[in-house]
């Protein structure tokens, strides 16, 4: 039986920051025919409320260290500020939408990640199980999920979890019952060859692929684990996974992972 089409689309922080931007995408978003999902990160504007409060963030190899303080401002920002100004604008563009954390109807559970080369990240959730079932109940009704970064770990613990991570673990859960489209959007073209020059796009990345690169060093950085998920989502049933731009959310352009 053919299954029916799905969108999953992840927006990062930047863009989220930035109103022509986020315009734009919820726009694009809102165009996508079929079901979808959004997932959102937030991390600027983390950032920004927790020096508002004189809270300092921490980062490690491009990942917050998420004391308690700051799994406090977390929670409002992605939990709060950000998901139901995102639900609320989606409504304004006829997506009928519903913010949802992980700890919502138990959606997405983690444990809190062990201490890491001896790196304690604090309140921060690793993936043990996203729930596609319950998921897949709520798009059936028409409904268009928008998903925080944000996990618990059933023990009432409300766990800080990286956006892409959400995107990639919530294609695979849904990929039994759709055939899921997995979008990162960000604000370059895609997978840069040269990260000085914003036309060097990688068109395809297969594992093979991804190996060297690492190795010869043309992708580094917070660029490694957003590729990582996304071979991931691939091994797990997830049709096609596409890193873009913000305004190519079509899936018509940018690095395809196969």
Do not use: C, W
């Not at 059936?140 to 409300?158: F, K, R, S, W, Y």
């Not at 990929?175 to 036309?199: M, W």
């Amino acid at each position: 039986m053919m299954k029916e089409k799905l969108t999953i689309v992840k927006v990062g922080g930047a863009v989220v920051e930035d109103e022509p931007q986020l315009l734009q995408l919820l726009k694009d978003f809102s165009a996508i025919d079929g079901k979808k999902v959004l997932v959102h990160g937030g991390g600027r504007r983390a950032t920004q409320v927790a020096a508002s409060l004189g809270i300092e963030s921490k980062m490690v190899n491009g990942r917050r260290i998420t004391d308690a303080e700051m799994l406090n401002v977390v929670t409002m920002v992605y939990g709060g500020l950000v998901n139901k100004n995102l639900v609320a604008r989606l409504q304004k563009n006829g997506v009928n939408a519903l913010g949802l954390t992980g700890a919502d109807m138990d959606v997405i559970r983690s444990h809190k990640r062990p201490l890491k080369d001896g790196i304690d990240f604090g309140f921060v959730g690793d993936v043990d199980n996203a729930d596609g079932k319950m998921l897949s109940k709520l798009i059936e009704e028409g409904i268009t999920p928008v998903m925080a970064p944000l996990t618990h770990d059933g023990q009432g613990n409300i766990l800080n979890t990286n956006a892409d991570t959400i995107a990639s673990e919530t294609a695979k859960a849904l990929a039994p019952y759709y055939d899921v489209t997995l979008i990162f959007s960000f604000e370059k073209k895609g997978v840069l060859r040269n990260p000085d020059n914003d036309d060097s796009v990688i068109s395809v990345i297969t594992h093979e692929d991804f190996r060297k690169y690492k190795e010869d060093g043309t992708i580094s950085g917070g660029m490694l684990p957003k590729i990582e998920n996304a071979l991931n989502a691939i091994d797990a049933g997830v049709s096609r996974v596409i890193i873009t731009l913000a305004t190519a959310i079509d899936g018509n352009s940018g690095t395809v992972i196969r």
